[in-house]
């Protein structure tokens, strides 16, 4: 988890398949302008709404079990979902079971049982498969009945800036999203629609897009967000065996297969014109469904990725509420690029451009800005 930030919850760089496949800072953009995408911000986070239900079945079940029994009960309602999902191939069932349920044998808490459950899913799943604590669950749902307040905006989406850099060269950062709230994210989403547009109607027509601080979250926001760079149609799929669903942008709406994800308020439609080179920039950082995102991009025409390697969890997945208030977080299938070609891992850039810490230059958007001005 070394590529967590401190403001996302350990482990919410992930995003979430649709159900149908289970079994702000800116340079030249006017105050003005900002002012009142901060006041929207500002204005849905605060009638955000709880999961009052989700926080009442957790107290109950929490008061009707204590010490091992709650320990092995949440094991055992673990343990089924990912016997659902294997990931790997080969799995001792019962060797893993057994020894599971002898290191529980001592368990006082849940919290012991979290620990048990996260080393059977590093044998089962691999690194992208964990247990979101309550705490951090809460506040991904947007659970403000369990949280008992309502989250600041800074606790759900990463910084979020745009600028025009050089005459008809836009630059974007799209930021990570912890959250599932459907308000939050259409908030995000209209948002980042709304930068692109500015930064359009002031004569952008060549694009950086900054994924490097983009630890993940929820890819769809991002993905109906960016989406006028995108353009209509397939931008990458969901491999489960012998199963392939797609991921599709169109007029406003992130989809999986024909499910509506996340969509905009007021979609913004660039031209061919409008959008004729693109540079995409990676980085360590670059994770889950920041990945998701470059890999939207990559196989386009006149776009080039640009920067370090990616942190290399390239595999999606879907989730199961446990009845403690935590969140079971499993993989369940694979990520391919818009030409169907499998991504195993890292996604390697097509100019490998290292960050020189010792300087004050940004060394990747200086050469990214370089490539465009001539191309």
Same mark, same amino acid.
Request: net charge negative.
């Given at each position: 988890m070394g590529n967590m930030s401190n403001?996302?919850?350990?482990?919410?760089?992930?995003?979430?398949?649709?159900?149908?496949?289970?079994?702000?800072?800116?340079?030249?953009?006017?105050?003005?302008?900002?002012?009142?995408?901060?006041?929207?911000?500002?204005?849905?986070?605060?009638?955000?709404?709880?999961?009052?239900?989700?926080?009442?079945?957790?107290a109950m079940a929490t008061t009707l079990l204590s010490g091992q029994d709650s320990a092995l009960h949440l094991f055992e309602q673990a343990l089924e979902y990912i016997q659902r999902n294997p990931f790997k191939k080969d799995i001792s069932w019962d060797s893993l079971i057994a020894t599971s349920r002898e290191q529980l044998s001592a368990a006082t808490s849940v919290r012991d049982a979290h620990t048990v459950i996260n080393q059977c899913l590093q044998q089962v799943q691999g690194a992208h498969s964990f247990v979101m604590p309550a705490r951090h669950a809460a506040l991904y749902h947007n659970d403000t009945a369990q949280l008992k307040r309502i989250p600041a905006l800074k606790e759900l989406v990463g910084a979020m800036s745009a600028e025009m850099i050089d005459q008809g060269i836009g630059y974007i950062s799209v930021p990570w999203i912890s959250s599932s709230d459907p308000a939050v994210c259409a908030l995000i989403a209209d948002s980042l629609q709304s930068l692109i547009g500015h930064l359009a109607k002031q004569g952008a027509t060549r694009w950086i897009i900054d994924l490097r601080k983009n630890i993940g979250g929820n890819c769809w926001p991002m993905l109906a967000g960016i989406g006028p760079l995108l353009g209509n149609g397939v931008c990458g799929y969901f491999v489960r065996k012998a199963r392939v669903t797609d991921i599709r942008y169109r007029e406003g709406a992130a989809l999986h297969n024909n499910t509506t994800m996340c969509k905009v308020s007021n979609p913004v439609t660039l031209t061919d014109q409008q959008r004729q080179q693109i540079v995409v920039l990676t980085g360590p950082k670059t994770s889950s469904s920041g990945e998701i995102l470059a890999l939207a991009f990559k196989g386009m025409p006149q776009v080039?990725?640009?920067?370090?390697? /990616?942190?290399?969890?390239?595999?999606?997945?879907?989730?199961? !509420?446990?009845?403690?208030? =935590?969140?079971?977080?499993?993989?369940?299938?694979?990520?391919?690029?818009? /030409?169907?070609?499998?991504?195993?891992?890292?996604?390697?850039? !097509?100019?490998?451009?290292? =960050?020189?810490?010792?300087?004050?230059?940004?060394?990747?958007?200086?050469?990214?800005?370089?490539?465009?001005?001539?191309?």
């Open positions: 403001s996302l919850p350990p482990g919410c760089a992930r995003f979430v398949l649709s159900p149908e496949f289970v079994e702000i800072e800116t340079n030249s953009i006017p105050i003005h302008y900002m002012q009142r995408i901060l006041l929207l911000l500002l204005l849905t986070t605060s009638v955000s709404y709880g999961q009052s239900g989700r926080s009442q079945a957790s080039r990725l640009m920067g370090e390697p /990616t942190a290399g969890l390239t595999t999606a997945n879907t989730t199961y !509420d446990l009845f403690d208030g =935590s969140t079971l977080v499993v993989t369940i299938c694979q990520e391919a690029d818009r /030409t169907g070609r499998i991504c195993e891992g890292k996604i390697v850039p !097509d100019d490998i451009i290292k =960050s020189d810490p010792l300087k004050e230059e940004d060394v990747v958007k200086a050469n990214a800005l370089m490539w465009l001005q001539s191309n």
